[in-house]
């Protein structure tokens, strides 16, 4: 689901959602309560499950963790049912609609329908404009509700039928998990932008973004949901079709350097291999003699395992991350000095004192953070700070569900190699290439720039989808006015 | 709006819901919240307020009474904007769906529209059914946004007509307040069968329920909405239309009875002094020797005023009434005497002892708490208890927006005067009569069975408008599957 | 309990609490509850409940009504045991701490220690200021922990004896319910001036403030405790020690006037038919001649039946008062017409319209609220507006229990008769007089002015104990300087 | 503070509490906030701040981590003033009592005393049983209440007077925090067994446990707080005494072995390198052939950095830790294989798949998480799984205040080696011995049987103080008999 975020609290780009469905399991509540635990990291603003006892539709959501509330026996026991649709919701910054919490809802012609949603349509606001014309009334801002009322609008008969009307007509990144009153559905855009896979475990179909959240609940790893498919499971069994016409299929590879959990394996590949392999292929590309090779934490430790391995110099946790964040705390007034970078990273100054220091991060979206960090390693006593990113420069915003700033917010899109370095206050700078990605992924001859395996849009620019809403400037304007507040109660 | 409640609490009738809007005055939210807290009577479960600010809608909806909410600085603040539409909604005891409370918003084609409700339709459903099949998605279970989807569909170019196409589709009663981004509209059933009231402030128009609400914030009452009258409220001033071909009006006569609040004047009509005439009629009717006249309080206090002034039979307030209500009590399970009705009601044992009592109550449903009542009266010491009731028996059920339980339930239905005597266990029983209750209300001659004056289906079963979705049995099904607990954050 | 509070929101004297006891009932939590319920009159801000279940003591106190929480089953449930101690505690416009909330306990050296207290001390922060001297802490702000400290530090051997020698240093108003593990204890202070009856049910002990109390849960009234009495009860029944020197009694008369409820009997008394009874005196003593008699509802109601009986002048209900009451709104701003007091009163304008009107209240405390009574009854066209009071004028600050301004804002204390009744805009004005009030109340000779039989110190000035803390200005100053949010969690 | 907890979520040992302190610096109460932040890991049930604003003491206690309440604006403005003092809490799985949150406060003679402990008396049940004797009414069934109590019953004249008169009577583990209307107050019991430093900030003095709290705020380290000694900072600047004979020194070893955070300074020692150090002695006590060094996260990686690079074999984060903790979830009832280990701990597969494993974890305290994590490493392919602990096995119970189960429960107080091995499933088992964990401190000849450097009892059954509480079994009862729910409002 969608919109830009311009006020990041923290210089990182931010995935939008994680989604979790099982199919005939009488813990089915309870598992995807947990599946949404493992994929917190896809969204932390909110949580929802909605689950199907046979004769009614239950429904729980809820902001926050999916800890602070789907942890308690009372709401997973309300939540009745052996079928199960769960999403987690990243989280802006900004206020957030209590109605735009998924999974969705509605009582169609045809009976309930529960949808859950990761990823970002490009032409949401087109079809809703048209739709409201003709007297659609939309429940929340969010564009998974376009998908909702086009299936409510088919003329179709039966609801796959009327899914398909609808999947054909939207464009954009989306995995999406529904929930009837008879099946559990999975479908997949044409692009395979998002992950989405299927396990089984007790004889129950799962369904969910990432393998992790499978291991939590030591489900057995079927496959991955192909893009272009619809997975329709039933009392019969499983049953799969592909209402598009045959594509290259472009997954982003944003979910192998940040999104995705290091203990997943996306398209038979473990991320933290990757993340390794980035590393490794940086330290080729960017060698530099240095005492020792220190991740930025949590996310920088498996490339810099890897340069440290490649390059042979000793690998050391020299920046402690404090993992009880949270909110934003007051900052004292009268210390400028005091930021709040240190609420989450401190510098073991032992390790660092004296010595030459190669930082290894992910990437750089507006490079706030680099300097912070490059500065912590000052002050703690390093002697020289070399930074290596294990991903090439971002120089276009994403449409497709990952939260990124306007372009004249990214560094890399607006200053060179040189600029960037001496803002970031680093002794030297160097950027994973586009090629040595594609090669630590698994391709010797890097990218195809004729049929690209992956979409890598934010280095490239270029966008496996036409940009509608976004291209429109007319559609910009946000349909619903209203700012409400029933979820204050 | 909508729905039997087979399970009150105490034995009364319940309204459903008062309206409250105001267009073009700076404090339009806090004059909302006074009006609204004004008819707090007429629903205590939830309220809303939703306001526009020239450019936003804004809302607030909140579990609870007006004062628990609406009082705070900090909400009324949110609400901003000169123009307003505000809701109460009456308690029913099963759990409450939030996206239920009122007022309803919609983002139409035009623009938003907030949609306040009192009344009942009683073709909802059925034109429920039509709309799903088209494609609608409905928000809540409320007869009310049937209104609203109605509204949406219209191909109409202009918001009142759209709205006419709306009204002139459903049946039943509506006093409705609608706020749009340029309009305060304000339109009220054909048979005008729930109150509605128009006054001025500062040069701003207020629509309301009762004149008590204008009261509170010091305006001025300026007339009734006409049965059937729609008046629509702009920055050029207020102009009126009347889309329904003439009928007789016919207000609820239960307003008078028991729901409006008794400094209120409806139809030029002092409610309080209405009911002093029912209590006189009803001591000509039924007049007996006692020592005192004693009200149930505190409905039944201005009619034994008047049964007193007309029998000059000493008043005697000596039932106390406890005006901390609200949640029920655990209740001591050893000792069976211990009722309920003492949560409410308290004997003033000195007053009572040795004396013959006219006990004066507004009206019977069930008859539970009058069993009570009288034997309350019995152990405090009184030698004999004459129940006289200031309504006649009624006999079937409201379909109007008040809350009745089925035919099945209602004492007088089932059971003639003298059985009904017994169960009560008064010393006699004697309810104001059909023609006496017309009398007292100013009409000499009595009902006109031709074209009655007001509805009186509660007594005699002739409902002013066809009860379509009541004889379809078919409809009688909740289309909506979602038990949620969205609002449980 | 303490504490002059001169910010009350309302012109109208508080009483200061209730109190509850229970000996050896099942459901001892349950009937404290609904024993709190009825005493919830006696104060609004907070509850607590104390029950001992043979081996711990288990505690609930909340801020808010009775209703608000203990009518919860989970929280009664809690509250194992078939002894229990219950407080109400009186609502203070400033924020309150919550560990003031009462009961109080300690652990003290021969057990557990629960108490109740009605009342205030006079010579609390003298005692206060040495306990802490000898290394007391205290946990609240509170004078009834002055008792706890004391009975601390006793020396004697047991309970009982260790609570007397508490009792003969205190002074001032209290009227006590403790719990320990062996016993229930009522104790009252040798004045009596806060009243403590006894009842039972289902032969267990009873002990509360009012008969209210003891009617909503049909127990027996068996008597008043005495003043300067201790009642002890055990497993072995009831026992009763008397450790004053014995003095002339003298309850406060402003129980009668203004706080028990009408319903109770206090020493023998209908406290429903004092009221009247004044109201019956002040129509002799201050005859008008006039159209309607229109009480100040709900406490002026009894002395305006009383004035109508003996003058023949119609009652009549003319002020409506609405009972949602409880914070305050957001005044408009813009119109200055809008007054506080319509939140609370309406005028039943087509009985007031052209008529010449008594009205009766209670009593006047500053006359702010008079002021705007009287204008409320002009505005709805009264032709003339004669006010009486039901009790003569307060000059005097209360030290027992009532929260009172200071002097200085006493309207009777510093304006003579034609003063007030042109402060109030009234056309005239009559007290009750203290001879009349004891008239009224049964003593044909008036007030004994060598041996009072109550205490009238807010109309005389004439206080039955030393002010100590009061004179000794050095101790008004707060020992305890903490200002917590522990409650706030 | 104080009390074993045998039920304890997870299996590890736990902290109880942190400290900190500000004095004379304008945004006491958000230096504090954030140094409580930093000290998080120390407490996680409850925190608590009290400030001196002049005048008056303010207080904000609050379940929860610190970035759940003291986050708030609202929160820190309320605490003004420019002294200050924290406390985090330890959270145990029982019910917490509100009263129990720390920074305890009392207005004593002299004026308020507010009071934050970290670590635990081994004499306090025996002082409080004299005090409650003598008259003290205890607000808490904290130990650390008994030091308020003493130093409000002292005779002595000067408030250090009164708190050396309480410190000479109390024995076991203390660092405390102390704040008056006049003084910041630090004291370290005569072991030191708890850390205390001392840091300076914009010229105001900090008191806080460990240096990390110093780091968050960019304040300046100025020196460990002696065993034994007391510092005084008031407006005239720092003082400091001793009141205790001469010790030898015996800081607890579990600072460093998994209680300070790795980025803090103990004693001159970085604990990240002290842990390191651990591992490379373990790789020399316990060396195996082995494929890849496998950490148990987060505590585990400084040691497998150390053995890695001691022993050369590869480090890989080949088990990812889900830091999305708290709650614990509901587990599905049917597929018994879902442990709670997958909440925490997911293996990295195709870093295990085949491979010999050197799995390192800081301690072993009942060993069920060992069993789980080395069957989780043979359920993802491991060859071989071999267990090394880096520090020696927990044989006896501790009372200073870090939560052990009972000695029934610890492994090592059970079992030889060959069992434990069997127990926990691995290839192999290795504990770092006593004197390579001495060694590894830097202190070649190991431990110093006559005077041990620090203390560690856990290992060796050498308390340094005597355990009276303990041993007087009648003792064990506690005192307070009161469960009170007065925190839940």
Known sequence: MNKKNSNMEEDKLHEECGVFGVYNHPDAAA?????????????????????????????????????????????????EGNNSVGHNRYSTTGGTVHRNIQPLFADLWGGGFAIA?????????????????????FQST????????????????????????????????????????????????????????LGKLDGAYILCSETCALDIISAEFIREINPGEVVIITEEGIESINPFTKTQSRPDLFEYIYFSRPDSVLDGKSVYDCRKSFGKVLAKEFPINADIVVPVPDSGV???????????????????????????????????????????HNPNRSSVEGKKIILIDDSIVRGTTSVKIVQLMRDAGA??????????PIMFPDFYGIDTPETEQLLAANHNLDDMCNFIGADSLGFLSLDGLYKAMGYPKGRD?????????????DYPTDLKDYNDKNLQEQLSLLSDNEAST
Chains 1, 2, 3, 4 share one sequence.
Do not use: W
């Open 383 to 392: 002697k020289e700070v070399h930074l290596r990113i294990a991903c090439p």
């Open 449 to 461: 720039n004729q049929n690209p395996q992956f979409t890598d849009h934010c280095f490239t620019g």
């Open 117 to 137: 949603h990761n990823g970002n349509l490009t032409n949401a606001l087109s079809l809703r404009y048209d739709l409201v014309k003709n007297g659609s009334i």
């Open 31 to 79: 598992l995807t309560a947990l599946g949404l635990h493992a994929l917190q990291h896809r969204g932390q603003e909110a949580a929802g499950i909605v689950t199907f006892d046979g004769e009614r539709f239950l429904s729980e959501k809820h902001l926050g963790l999916v800890s602070d509330h789907f942890s308690r026996p009372s709401v997973i026991k309300r939540l």
């Open 302 to 344: 498996p490339a810099a395992l890897g340069f440290s391995e490649e390059s042979k110099i000793p690998f050391e946790l020299a920046i402690i991350r404090n993992h009880y964040v949270g909110r934003t705390f007051i900052q004292p007034t009268q210390s400028s000095r005091h930021s709040k970078v240190k609420m989450k």
């Open 142 to 197: 969010s564009d998974t509700e376009t998908i909702l009322q086009l299936v409510a609008k088919s003329k179709a008969d039966r609801t796959i039928k009327r899914l398909v009307d609808a999947l054909i007509q939207i464009e954009g990144a989306y995995s999406l998990v529904i929930l009837t009153n008879k099946k559990l559905i999975g479908a997949r855009d044409p692009f395979g932008i998002r992950p989405l896979v």
